[in-house]
């Protein structure tokens, strides 16, 4: 069994900063790679970030480019992303998620090579 809980969300205003954390855990967690979605009412979930445990290499959407950093501490099995000059479009649940494995069939950004997700943390952005 696969944990994970983010915390962090909440109401900001346009240019504030938030950083949200997932804390993994699970016997049968592989490490391999953490992703952050997030999921605006009527709309499709989407890529956000995520990050290789073992490296640390990261990948953004380029919606939050140079806004959002994804990081990992490897010792508390801790994910988080630090997202500066928030902006409304930013408004949304975020998720984070992991895979069961990495296969020829993974796709970092695609929600549906992800097994295991939290329970999602509410961000919202006034303008």
């Known amino acids: 069994q696969v944990q994970l809980v983010e915390s962090g969300g909440g109401l900001v205003q346009a240019g504030d900063s938030l950083r949200l954390s997932c804390a993994a855990s699970?016997?049968?967690?592989?490490?391999?790679?953490m992703g952050w979605f997030r999921q605006a009412p009527g709309k499709e979930r989407e890529f956000v970030a995520a990050?290789?445990?073992?490296?640390?290499?990261?990948y953004y959407a380029d919606s939050v480019k140079g806004r959002f950093t994804i990081s990992r501490d490897n010792a508390k099995i801790t994910v988080y992303l630090q997202m500066n000059s928030l902006k409304p479009e930013d408004t949304a649940v975020y998720y984070c998620?992991?895979?069961?494995?990495?296969?020829?069939?993974?796709?970092?950004?695609?929600?549906?090579?992800?097994?295991?997700w939290g329970q999602g943390t509410q961000v919202t952005v006034s303008s």
């Open positions: 998620a992991a895979p069961t494995h990495i296969n020829s069939n993974y796709q970092m950004r695609d929600p549906n090579s992800y097994d295991y």
């Open positions: 699970g016997r049968t967690f592989s490490r391999s790679v």
């Open positions: 990050i290789t445990w073992t490296v640390g290499g990261t």
